[in-house]
């Protein structure tokens, strides 16, 4: 699933699904990588998962600012 929000003074990007999930994330160079980017632009990457809950990324940019 993939959910975009105009939220009060950023964007906010959800995507997750239904997979099998995992106890711990441990992020490598894509999830690295994407983090590094959203931070570029004054914005924030989490991740989260659970055993038989599947995987979410939410990521966010703000309204304003300059963008690089």
């Known amino acids: 699933w993939v959910e975009m929000k105009d939220a009060v003074d950023k964007w906010e990007l959800i995507v997750s699904d239904d997979g099998r999930g995992s106890a711990s994330v441990l992020p490598g160079n894509g999830l690295k990588g994407m ?3 959203f931070e570029e632009v004054n914005g924030r990457l989490k991740y989260e998962s659970e055993p038989g809950q599947g995987f979410t990324l ?11």
């Open 35 to 37: 983090a590094e980017r």
């Open 58 to 68: 939410r990521a966010s940019i703000p309204h304003s600012g300059e963008l690089a």
